[in-house]
């Protein structure tokens, strides 16, 4: 699927810093469509860090109403990552390939193959 980052850049722009809500911002979905998050700026770089580097940004939403559906992105030169819960399931949306900030994959880590990294990560017990 295609993104306008741009226009999801002038977006989190409207996101106060301070971590209130902000405005409603649209994710794409595996299925094509798109749901509105709102989103707050959350830190999660120490401060001298996000300091030097004010280009990486972290969000954190919720779809209106439905609290149990949620994200985490964060938006930097690379491109947009998020990670969602919605209705007990886990996406993720990534570039579709390094320096592409125009396209990406969303999906359901539950259609992942099992042999796949993420499912061997998600697999191995706690402390290993």
């Known amino acids: 699927m295609t993104l306008a980052i741009h226009d999801l850049q002038a977006a989190l722009a409207a996101v106060p810093a301070d971590g209130s809500p902000g405005p409603l911002v649209a994710l794409p979905f595996p299925d094509g469509t798109r749901r509105a998050f709102r989103l707050r700026a959350t830190q999660v770089m120490a401060l001298e860090l996000a300091a030097r580097y004010p280009e990486l ?30 209705e007990g399931h886990q996406l993720l949306i990534e570039p579709f390939r390094p320096g592409d900030t125009a396209h990406y994959l969303c999906f359901d880590t539950a259609s992942l193959p099992a042999d796949s990294k993420r499912n061997r990560e998600e697999a191995r017990p706690e402390g290993n």
């Open 57 to 86: 940004r972290t969000y954190a939403g919720e779809l209106p109403g439905h609290p149990e559906n949620r994200v985490r992105l964060e938006l930097t030169p690379a491109g947009l990552r998020a990670s969602l819960v919605h």
